[in-house]
């Protein structure tokens, strides 16, 4: 499964001709595809209640 990765923290003086340089390079045996972030789409409104991850405690684990 293809995973999205976002690099923080880049120069304001980033050009495109930086995100170029590192399209296509070799990292540990595989090329890597790097562009330009595009803004996200619409999303549905989130549910109430069930169903999520959010909020109160995980079960589970251990204290210490």
């Known amino acids: 499964m293809a995973k999205k990765l976002y690099v923080g923290s880049l120069s304001y003086s980033t050009t495109d001709s930086s ?13 890597i595809t790097v562009n330009e972030a595009r803004p996200m789409g619409e999303r549905p409104p989130r549910r109430e209640g069930g169903g999520g991850y959010g909020g109160g405690y995980g079960g589970g684990g251990r204290r210490f």
């Not at 340089?21 to 540990?28: I, M, T």
């Open 19 to 31: 995100i170029d340089s590192f399209n296509g390079k070799e990292l540990d045996g595989r090329k």
